[in-house]
């Protein structure tokens, strides 16, 4: 079956447009990862991968080129914790270009030098002035979080990020505690100075912070930059002053003085007033000299106690910039020019895989440790599966890691020479044996998505994921659980999935620590009792809720209301029939759809031509069967075979089983609010038993398994507890606390004579 439905083919291969817009999202989903949460995904050359790809599309198709595109606009936007300010000038990015790699220089023809990109920047500098000499400066590209520093009267006025470009946040509280930013400037001070740098963290500051950070038993920080953002994010300024930021100014923004007509007067200016700037500078006035300053630079930066990545060029004399100008992300004037990566050999001794907190599972290379860019590196990220298939990783493989500026080091080629002949290719999903490695849930990969992803919702890797989704509003609304109610409980080992929540009592919460080991803050009874009571009242919530709680692969809100229409209570959706039936249904459906006998586009072998007609005469016959036997459930298509699938995996995995058990034994049993799976027909039978749920309570004339089995048999149903679905409250002598609950929630309540004379008027 795995064969038939996973080669959902990824259409965007030949559709330029659709690729577009899949890269745009992808990469403004990394821009927010990477500059309003300071936690990124993926390493900065593969966004640089992503970035140039949509680039060149754009070229290529100028028609289809979004305006809003992400290489159109500068980092990401202003958070909303912080009051924002708009730039005194536009903060600007600047443009990459990139030394090339060996399969790159293997496409171009013989000779091709490695800074091709960067001759082409020189080159139109040259064109664009008219002139043979340009003059420029090269500096390290420091790996920071750019800041713009206004001075007044040679004070700090205020201190701002980059944010979109034009408006960024005021951290100037957090800025103030960075001791290498003078708050006074000494000497000569000009009205009006914005000085323009990046706020960094020192490679061994970093180490050090990081590994006192693991002893107090907090998180650490995956390298300099993030840390260096999460810190600058912080809203409490004591937390600021304790990291160890530096700062180095690289540029000049808003200026109120006298001239100054090259990049040399203002570092000179810089130093008169006791900014520290970047270093070391290099001049270079032709090409050749500045190919030279880069390379000498290149040898250079490994020496350095922060994390470089590339060279800035940047014409030097402010009248050429002013003649070049700008694009709507970056001066012309200026270019980043990327390294390569260092790269080494080294085995590959075994692949590992890492469960993340959304669910992803990222197989990783367990390497023979190896030197890079003055590292031991012993773990390499392998990405995923497709990544996996092209470059044909497998263990035992003998293969070329690469570790950029940042700190997660990749797999980047196999030496497929060096292979023994008995090697076999890697599935991810048979090493894992298709189930989760922290939990045993099932996985599944998304139409389009590359990664596998655990779909149970109690997976302990996904705690925090799952307890936000489980509590949320539009779920089971448990009140007061967020994201840091969330991750202080499983922090604190409390709960391990959204289900233990129900075991927290009181005391345990109201002393909940939602600040850290040195300042404490306990969430308090208040707020405690409300969650409890929000607990209590989820219990008793429809079907449709619960469904949309646990955050099962593909059942969003309207599934969730399909299904529950179809099915009385949770449990009768692990054996679900329709299930199945439409599950087949949809899963078939899709094959032929997806794989035309005839297709349009792409032209397939006759070989693969007769192999789909084969299967798509097997299948048709079989889905005008299922439609026939399926259409008196009129099934919505908001409940699709991909969705119903993913539910029965769910409910019938090890992990499935373990969510039924607990549930059980809390003695909850989802019922649905909306039960009609045969919608034609249960709307003609109108009875006042037939399809209504009672709850008995209280002392009667006859026991109580008696009035049970007279509802049965005029078609009603009895349940144990009283919900928003119950219809009837059947109540005797001495009825306790159900009348009172049946009285809140407006259930219809009988007694013993009343009762009788329902029942009579529906036989
Ligand atoms: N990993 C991810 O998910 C992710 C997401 C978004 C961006 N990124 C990374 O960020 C890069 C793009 O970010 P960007 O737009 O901030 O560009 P950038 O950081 O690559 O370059 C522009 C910035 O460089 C800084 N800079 C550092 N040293 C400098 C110097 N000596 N002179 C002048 N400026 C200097 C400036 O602050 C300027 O704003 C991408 O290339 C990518 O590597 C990664
Ligand atoms: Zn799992």
Redesign the pocket.
Known sequence: MDDLFTHAATKSENDPAARMAQLAKELDH??K???QEAT?????AE??KL?RELEDLEKAHPELADPNSPTKR??GAPLDAFESVEHLIP?L??D?VFELSDEQLEQEPEGTPRETELIAFYKRLQKNLGQEHIPVTV????DGV?VSLVYRNGKLDYAAT?GDGKRGDLITENVRTIRSIPLTLTGDAPELLEV?G?IFMPNSAFAKMNEERDEAGLQTFANPRNATAGTLKQLDSREVAKRPLAFLA??LGAYDGPELATEDAFHALLDELSIPR?HPVWHAENLEVLLKAVTQLNEERHGYDYATDGA?VKALSRADREKLGFTSRAPRWAA?YKFLPEQAETLLKDITIQVGRTGVLTPVAELEPVLVSGTTVSRATLHNQDEIDRKDVRIGDHVIIEKAGEIIPAVVKVLTEKRSSDSQPYSLFNAVDGKCPSCHGPISKEEGMVAWRCTNFACPAQAVTGIKQFASRKALDIDGVGTSVAEAVVRDGLVKTPLDLFKLDLLTLTELNLGTKFEPRLFGEKRASKVLESLEAAKSKPLSLWLYAMGIRNIGESAAQEVSRLHEKLTDIPNSEILKLNAERGLKDNWVKQNPVNPQKESISSQEKERRKKIADEYKPRIKELNEILAEYQISPELGGVASQSLLDFFQSEAGMVVLNKLASLQINPASSNYQPKPSQSSTISSPVSGRTFVITGTLSRPRPEFKKQIEALGGKVSGSISGKTDYLLAGENAGSKLDKAEKLGVKVLDEESYLSLINSSQ
Do not use: C
């Open positions: 990394h821009n990862l990477y500059y990124p995904e993926i390493s900065d966004y640089d970035y500068v980092g903060m990015s600047i990459d500096e390290p590209k420091l750019a980059r323009r990046e690289h540029g970047n800035v980043a």
